[in-house]
Protein backbone atom coordinates (compact mmCIF):
# COMPACT_ATOMS: atom_id res chain seq x y z
CA UNK A 1 0.00 0.00 0.00
CA UNK A 2 1.32 3.47 -1.07
CA UNK A 3 0.50 6.65 1.19
CA UNK A 4 0.40 9.70 -0.76
CA UNK A 5 -0.05 13.02 0.54
CA UNK A 6 -1.90 15.56 -1.18
CA UNK A 7 -1.47 19.24 -0.50
CA UNK A 8 -4.68 21.34 -2.59
CA UNK A 9 -3.54 25.25 -2.80
CA UNK A 10 -6.86 27.33 -3.06
CA UNK A 11 -5.30 30.98 -3.27
CA UNK A 12 -6.83 31.02 -7.35
CA UNK A 13 -10.50 30.48 -6.22
CA UNK A 14 -11.23 33.32 -8.30
CA UNK A 15 -10.49 31.58 -11.67
CA UNK A 16 -12.64 28.79 -11.27
CA UNK A 17 -16.01 29.09 -12.72
CA UNK A 18 -18.74 29.62 -10.17
CA UNK A 19 -20.78 26.21 -11.54
CA UNK A 20 -17.46 24.19 -11.10
CA UNK A 21 -18.63 20.82 -9.15
CA UNK A 22 -17.01 18.75 -6.12
CA UNK A 23 -15.26 16.82 -9.03
CA UNK A 24 -13.47 20.34 -10.81
CA UNK A 25 -9.76 19.20 -9.65
CA UNK A 26 -6.73 20.20 -11.74
CA UNK A 27 -3.68 17.98 -10.75
CA UNK A 28 -0.38 16.82 -12.03
CA UNK A 29 1.40 13.58 -10.65
CA UNK A 30 4.32 12.25 -11.74
CA UNK A 31 5.73 9.42 -10.47
CA UNK A 32 9.34 7.99 -10.36
CA UNK A 33 10.94 4.97 -8.79
CA UNK A 34 12.07 6.98 -5.58
CA UNK A 35 8.61 9.59 -4.99
CA UNK A 36 5.46 10.98 -6.19
CA UNK A 37 5.25 14.42 -7.08
CA UNK A 38 1.67 15.84 -6.58
CA UNK A 39 1.22 19.54 -7.80
CA UNK A 40 -2.32 20.58 -7.02
CA UNK A 41 -3.77 23.85 -9.22
CA UNK A 42 -7.48 24.35 -8.09
CA UNK A 43 -9.85 22.24 -6.19
CA UNK A 44 -13.39 23.09 -5.48
CA UNK A 45 -15.50 21.40 -3.09
CA UNK A 46 -19.71 22.25 -3.50
CA UNK A 47 -18.79 25.89 -4.31
CA UNK A 48 -16.10 26.25 -1.44
CA UNK A 49 -12.79 26.00 -1.83
CA UNK A 50 -10.82 23.64 0.50
CA UNK A 51 -7.94 24.99 2.70
CA UNK A 52 -4.36 24.10 1.80
CA UNK A 53 -4.31 20.39 3.59
CA UNK A 54 -2.98 17.34 3.24
CA UNK A 55 -5.41 14.21 2.10
CA UNK A 56 -4.26 10.14 2.16
CA UNK A 57 -5.02 8.05 -0.70
CA UNK A 58 -4.49 4.80 -0.41
CA UNK A 59 -2.75 2.12 -3.25
CA UNK A 60 -2.38 -1.97 -4.03
CA UNK A 61 1.27 -1.11 -3.12
CA UNK A 62 2.17 -2.31 0.56
CA UNK A 63 5.15 0.63 0.46
CA UNK A 64 4.62 3.99 1.25
CA UNK A 65 5.79 7.65 -0.15
CA UNK A 66 4.89 10.73 0.83
CA UNK A 67 5.40 14.49 -0.63
CA UNK A 68 4.43 17.49 1.20
CA UNK A 69 4.16 21.31 -0.55
CA UNK A 70 4.53 23.37 2.31
CA UNK A 71 3.30 27.14 2.31
CA UNK A 72 6.42 28.84 2.04
CA UNK A 73 7.62 26.49 -1.14
CA UNK A 74 4.17 27.31 -2.78
CA UNK A 75 4.47 30.73 -1.75
CA UNK A 76 8.25 31.19 -3.53
CA UNK A 77 6.43 29.26 -6.41
CA UNK A 78 3.66 31.90 -7.12
CA UNK A 79 5.27 34.97 -5.75
CA UNK A 80 7.33 35.61 -9.22
CA UNK A 81 10.82 37.64 -9.09
CA UNK A 82 11.76 39.58 -5.87
CA UNK A 83 14.20 41.23 -4.19
CA UNK A 84 16.85 39.80 -1.49
CA UNK A 85 16.63 42.23 1.10
CA UNK A 86 20.13 41.09 2.47
CA UNK A 87 22.13 43.65 0.22
CA UNK A 88 23.30 46.81 1.07
CA UNK A 89 21.55 50.11 0.72
CA UNK A 90 24.12 52.50 1.70
CA UNK A 91 27.17 52.44 0.17
CA UNK A 92 30.14 55.07 0.69
CA UNK A 93 32.42 55.13 -2.21
CA UNK A 94 36.12 56.60 -2.32
CA UNK A 95 36.25 58.81 -5.07
CA UNK A 96 38.60 57.51 -8.03
CA UNK A 97 38.36 54.14 -6.52
CA UNK A 98 35.40 51.94 -8.44
CA UNK A 99 32.34 51.89 -6.56
CA UNK A 100 29.91 48.39 -6.38
CA UNK A 101 26.13 48.69 -5.46
CA UNK A 102 24.44 45.43 -5.74
CA UNK A 103 20.90 43.78 -5.61
CA UNK A 104 20.18 40.31 -4.79
CA UNK A 105 17.21 38.88 -7.45
CA UNK A 106 15.07 35.72 -7.20
CA UNK A 107 12.82 33.97 -9.35
CA UNK A 108 14.30 36.51 -12.04
CA UNK A 109 12.89 33.87 -14.47
CA UNK A 110 12.48 35.62 -18.44
CA UNK A 111 11.77 39.13 -16.64
CA UNK A 112 14.96 41.72 -16.92
CA UNK A 113 17.28 43.39 -14.36
CA UNK A 114 18.30 47.00 -15.02
CA UNK A 115 19.93 50.14 -13.45
CA UNK A 116 18.73 53.41 -12.95
CA UNK A 117 19.67 56.47 -11.14
CA UNK A 118 16.70 58.50 -9.34
CA UNK A 119 18.14 61.95 -9.49
CA UNK A 120 17.09 62.16 -13.63
CA UNK A 121 15.81 58.68 -14.41
CA UNK A 122 18.26 57.81 -16.13
CA UNK A 123 18.66 54.21 -17.77
CA UNK A 124 21.85 53.30 -16.67
CA UNK A 125 22.16 49.52 -17.60
CA UNK A 126 19.75 46.81 -19.38
CA UNK A 127 20.55 43.63 -18.09
CA UNK A 128 24.75 42.93 -19.09
CA UNK A 129 24.50 45.92 -21.65
CA UNK A 130 25.64 49.90 -20.73
CA UNK A 131 22.50 51.79 -22.10
CA UNK A 132 23.74 55.36 -20.96
CA UNK A 133 26.79 56.75 -23.33
CA UNK A 134 28.65 57.26 -19.92
CA UNK A 135 30.70 53.86 -19.83
CA UNK A 136 32.06 54.34 -16.20
CA UNK A 137 28.37 52.16 -15.65
CA UNK A 138 28.49 48.84 -16.36
CA UNK A 139 26.57 45.89 -15.50
CA UNK A 140 28.31 43.20 -13.73
CA UNK A 141 26.48 39.76 -13.02
CA UNK A 142 27.26 36.19 -12.22
CA UNK A 143 25.15 33.51 -13.84
CA UNK A 144 26.42 31.03 -10.36
CA UNK A 145 24.47 33.72 -7.92
CA UNK A 146 21.41 35.92 -7.47
CA UNK A 147 23.48 39.02 -7.60
CA UNK A 148 23.32 41.84 -10.36
CA UNK A 149 25.98 44.36 -9.82
CA UNK A 150 26.10 48.67 -11.10
CA UNK A 151 29.79 49.14 -11.42
CA UNK A 152 30.76 52.54 -11.40
CA UNK A 153 34.23 53.53 -12.95
CA UNK A 154 36.37 56.34 -10.84
CA UNK A 155 32.89 57.78 -9.33
CA UNK A 156 33.30 61.34 -8.29
CA UNK A 157 31.44 63.54 -5.71
CA UNK A 158 28.96 64.18 -8.24
CA UNK A 159 27.96 60.69 -8.28
CA UNK A 160 26.27 60.63 -5.09
CA UNK A 161 22.69 59.65 -5.64
CA UNK A 162 20.17 57.00 -4.73
CA UNK A 163 20.08 54.43 -7.71
CA UNK A 164 17.10 51.94 -8.08
CA UNK A 165 17.58 48.04 -9.32
CA UNK A 166 14.68 47.52 -11.37
CA UNK A 167 12.77 44.02 -12.19
CA UNK A 168 10.97 44.43 -15.55
CA UNK A 169 7.65 43.02 -14.08
CA UNK A 170 4.28 45.19 -14.75
CA UNK A 171 4.20 47.03 -12.70
CA UNK A 172 8.12 47.37 -12.61
CA UNK A 173 9.84 46.57 -8.65
CA UNK A 174 13.04 48.55 -8.00
CA UNK A 175 15.64 48.32 -5.20
CA UNK A 176 17.01 51.20 -4.08
CA UNK A 177 20.98 51.60 -2.83
CA UNK A 178 22.21 55.52 -1.76
CA UNK A 179 25.73 55.83 -3.01
CA UNK A 180 27.86 58.57 -1.46
CA UNK A 181 31.19 59.46 -3.12
CA UNK A 182 33.38 61.05 -0.53
CA UNK A 183 36.93 62.70 -1.00
CA UNK A 184 38.99 62.06 1.96
CA UNK A 185 42.55 63.57 2.55
CA UNK A 186 45.13 61.87 4.18
CA UNK A 187 48.90 63.25 4.95
CA UNK A 188 51.68 63.08 7.17
CA UNK A 189 52.49 66.10 9.04
CA UNK A 190 55.94 67.12 7.99
CA UNK A 191 58.10 67.16 4.90
CA UNK A 192 58.31 64.17 2.40
CA UNK A 193 61.39 63.42 3.65
CA UNK A 194 62.71 63.43 7.78
CA UNK A 195 66.13 62.98 8.73
CA UNK A 196 66.76 61.93 12.18
CA UNK A 197 69.60 60.58 14.59
CA UNK A 198 70.01 57.63 15.67
CA UNK A 199 68.87 56.60 19.15
CA UNK A 200 66.05 59.21 18.45
CA UNK A 201 62.58 58.74 18.48
CA UNK A 202 60.99 58.29 14.98
CA UNK A 203 57.73 60.10 15.53
CA UNK A 204 55.15 60.28 12.51
CA UNK A 205 51.52 61.78 12.46
CA UNK A 206 48.99 60.60 10.30
CA UNK A 207 45.95 62.78 9.48
CA UNK A 208 42.75 61.42 7.76
CA UNK A 209 39.66 64.06 7.26
CA UNK A 210 36.56 64.39 4.73
CA UNK A 211 35.21 60.93 5.57
CA UNK A 212 31.23 60.50 6.30
CA UNK A 213 32.43 58.55 9.92
CA UNK A 214 35.90 57.56 10.94
CA UNK A 215 38.11 54.68 9.68
CA UNK A 216 37.40 51.37 10.57
CA UNK A 217 41.06 50.70 11.20
CA UNK A 218 44.91 52.91 9.70
CA UNK A 219 47.20 50.51 8.92
CA UNK A 220 50.79 51.43 8.99
CA UNK A 221 53.90 49.82 6.83
CA UNK A 222 57.43 50.16 6.08
CA UNK A 223 58.79 49.31 2.59
CA UNK A 224 55.68 47.73 2.18
CA UNK A 225 55.47 45.34 5.05
CA UNK A 226 52.95 45.84 7.95
CA UNK A 227 54.57 46.89 11.39
CA UNK A 228 54.96 44.36 13.97
CA UNK A 229 54.47 46.54 17.00
CA UNK A 230 54.73 42.93 19.15
CA UNK A 231 58.06 42.45 17.45
CA UNK A 232 61.28 41.28 19.39
CA UNK A 233 62.80 44.88 18.21
CA UNK A 234 60.02 46.34 20.77
CA UNK A 235 59.52 50.22 21.59
CA UNK A 236 56.87 50.39 18.35
CA UNK A 237 53.55 51.62 19.09
CA UNK A 238 50.62 53.40 17.67
CA UNK A 239 47.88 55.62 19.33
CA UNK A 240 45.05 56.37 17.38
CA UNK A 241 42.65 58.47 18.13
CA UNK A 242 39.11 59.04 16.13
CA UNK A 243 36.59 61.82 15.35
CA UNK A 244 36.04 64.13 12.66
CA UNK A 245 39.51 63.92 12.02
CA UNK A 246 40.78 60.74 13.01
CA UNK A 247 44.59 61.35 13.89
CA UNK A 248 47.33 58.43 13.76
CA UNK A 249 50.84 58.39 15.68
CA UNK A 250 53.84 55.74 15.13
CA UNK A 251 56.41 56.13 17.56
CA UNK A 252 59.22 54.06 17.04
CA UNK A 253 61.88 54.98 20.08
CA UNK A 254 65.86 54.48 19.77
CA UNK A 255 65.62 54.65 16.22
CA UNK A 256 68.29 52.55 13.84
CA UNK A 257 69.92 52.90 10.53
CA UNK A 258 67.38 49.37 9.71
CA UNK A 259 64.46 51.67 10.77
CA UNK A 260 64.96 54.22 7.66
CA UNK A 261 62.70 53.97 4.67
CA UNK A 262 59.35 54.22 3.26
CA UNK A 263 56.32 54.62 6.29
CA UNK A 264 52.84 54.53 4.77
CA UNK A 265 49.71 55.81 6.18
CA UNK A 266 46.71 53.40 4.65
CA UNK A 267 43.01 54.17 6.09
CA UNK A 268 39.93 52.47 5.18
CA UNK A 269 38.30 54.29 2.64
CA UNK A 270 40.77 56.48 2.43
CA UNK A 271 43.73 57.42 0.32
CA UNK A 272 47.53 56.28 1.87
CA UNK A 273 50.02 58.85 2.30
CA UNK A 274 53.65 58.27 2.53
CA UNK A 275 57.04 59.88 4.02
CA UNK A 276 60.87 58.90 3.59
CA UNK A 277 62.59 58.96 6.96
CA UNK A 278 66.69 58.63 6.97
CA UNK A 279 68.02 57.82 10.75
CA UNK A 280 71.66 58.89 10.60
CA UNK A 281 74.65 58.76 12.66
CA UNK A 282 75.44 61.64 14.36
CA UNK A 283 77.34 63.00 17.33
CA UNK A 284 74.52 64.94 18.22
CA UNK A 285 71.63 63.15 20.49
CA UNK A 286 68.78 65.38 19.21
CA UNK A 287 66.97 64.78 16.23
CA UNK A 288 67.12 66.65 13.35
CA UNK A 289 63.70 66.22 11.31
CA UNK A 290 62.30 67.75 8.08
CA UNK A 291 64.17 70.14 6.24
CA UNK A 292 65.83 71.49 9.27
CA UNK A 293 68.87 69.14 8.89
CA UNK A 294 69.21 71.16 5.03
CA UNK A 295 68.52 74.12 5.92
CA UNK A 296 71.22 74.22 8.60
CA UNK A 297 73.64 72.75 5.85
CA UNK A 298 72.76 75.50 3.96
CA UNK A 299 73.46 78.01 6.21
CA UNK A 300 77.04 76.45 7.10
CA UNK A 301 77.81 76.89 3.87
CA UNK A 302 76.43 80.46 3.12
CA UNK A 303 79.05 81.15 6.31
CA UNK A 304 82.04 79.41 5.07
CA UNK A 305 81.77 80.80 1.53
CA UNK A 306 80.90 84.07 3.25
CA UNK A 307 83.81 83.66 5.09
CA UNK A 308 86.28 82.70 2.56
CA UNK A 309 85.48 85.23 0.50
CA UNK A 310 86.28 88.16 2.89
CA UNK A 311 89.67 87.03 3.61
CA UNK A 312 89.94 87.07 -0.01
CA UNK A 313 88.99 90.65 -0.19
CA UNK A 314 90.97 91.04 2.80
CA UNK A 315 94.25 90.13 1.53
CA UNK A 316 93.64 91.70 -1.36
CA UNK A 317 93.50 94.94 0.62
CA UNK A 318 96.22 94.37 2.62
CA UNK A 319 97.97 93.96 -1.00
CA UNK A 320 97.49 97.22 -2.27
Known amino acids: ?17 SQASSSTIAEHISITSSHLDYQQQNFQNDGEYLPLQTRKYHTNDDSEAENEIGDEELSS ?30 NLGNKTVSWLRHRDL ?30 ILYPQKKDSDIYECQISTIPPISFSVM ?21 STINLTCIVQGLNEPPTYIQWTHNGYEINYDSARGGVSVITEKSEITTSYLLIQRAKPSD ?11 NSAGILVHVLHSEHP ?35
Open 1 to 17: MILININYDTSASASLP
Open 77 to 106: INRGPYFELSAPKNITAIAGQSAYLNCRVR
Open 122 to 151: MLLTVGKETYTPDQRFQSVHNPHTNDWSLK
Open 179 to 199: LTVVEPTTFILGQPEMFIDTT
Open 260 to 270: SGKYICSPSHA
Open 286 to 320: AAIQGTDRIQIKVYLLCFTISFTWLHFLKGCWSAT
